[in-house]
């Protein structure tokens, strides 16, 4: 993905915003890019202008990437044909990799969230080296690696390979970012609003109500869900293209070990309501 953002670059699609992802003038970052070969002779657009830059440095996809994947003041530099490009220093890949595909989906504030009901066990490392190797532990434990469709066992192939898929539930850093400032800022609101995600025994992600609990499951992660959500009968699971294994897995295993009686957990931050916590798995 990092190389075809340099090839947009050099084509003249769009330029590198402080985020790192492409921008173009019309779309901001909400933009997918594709690549073909050829051996054809093509004449070559030139690099957009400094002075028709679509970012402006406003710096809101570093407010809303909830594991601060996106520095807000340090930079780097990264020259591609001719062209300078100054971008926010970054935490290592496997931080937004923990993000963006749903282990940890919790702001620092513990007010709003990304889509995902789930939570890390311990605190997010610092270190690229920790951040490594705790990524391989939850990816070893996901459903969906080893899943019988899923050919990759372990997590440097997942990452590396372009035909795998995996689901993403935050990409906030993208979906700020529009052209207009207005609107930057009336995306940014509305992520900053939108309260956190909670796990249906449906299957589905809501937002979490007053009474969410967090309930450990043996896959390394917490999962928001309701105590009403503990006590129903068992609704009809829903299944859609794109849904996440470790949603099903998680399901299951909140029926088998879970009801009323025991539907005690850690309220989200901002509720006033005490609970007492069970036992965590071990910590990372």
């Known amino acids: ?50 002075e028709d ?28 044909a001719g062209i300078t490009e100054t971008m926010a220093w970054k935490r290592p890949n496997t931080c937004c990799w923990i993000g963006c595909t749903g282990y940890q989906g919790l702001s620092d504030s513990g007010t709003w969230s990304n889509w995902s009901p789930f939570r890390l066990a311990c605190a997010l490392p610092g270190e690229k080296q920790e951040l490594d190797a705790l990524c391989i532990r939850l990816q070893k434990a996901d459903p969906q690696m080893q899943d019988a469709g899923n050919s990759f066992k372990n997590y440097r192939q997942a990452v590396f390979d372009p035909d795998w898929f995996y689901y993403t539930v935050c990409g906030f850093c993208r979906s700020v970012c529009s ?70 897995e998680v399901i299951k295993y909140l029926r088998r070990h879970f009801h009323s009686a025991d539907a005690k957990g850690r309220v989200p931050k901002g509720s006033q309501e005490k609970t007492t916590a069970p036992p965590l798995p071990p910590r990372c």
Not at 179 to 195: D, E, Q, V, Y
């Open 179 to 248: 052209p207009g400032r207005k609107t930057r800022l009336a995306n940014r609101k509305r992520i900053m609003n939108s309260g956190t995600a909670a796990l249906k025994l449906d299957g589905s992600h809501v937002a979490a109500e007053e009474n969410a609990c967090e309930v450990p499951t043996p896959f390394g992660l917490n999962v928001i869900t309701s105590r009403g959500e503990l006590s129903k009968k068992e609704p009809e699971v829903q299944t859609w293209p794109g849904q996440f294994p470790l949603d099903r």
């Open 1 to 50: 993905m990092r190389y075809r953002c340099y090839a947009a670059l050099a084509a003249g699609v769009g330029r590198l915003g402080w985020s790192g992802n492409l921008l173009t003038r019309k779309y901001g970052a909400l933009v997918e890019l594709g690549s073909v070969l050829t051996s054809a002779t093509l004449a070559a657009d030139a690099p957009i202008s400094d």
């Open 53 to 80: 830059h679509p970012c402006d440095r406003c710096k809101m996809c570093s407010l809303v990437c909830p594991v601060q994947m996106i520095h807000p003041k340090a930079s780097r530099r990264v020259a591609v």
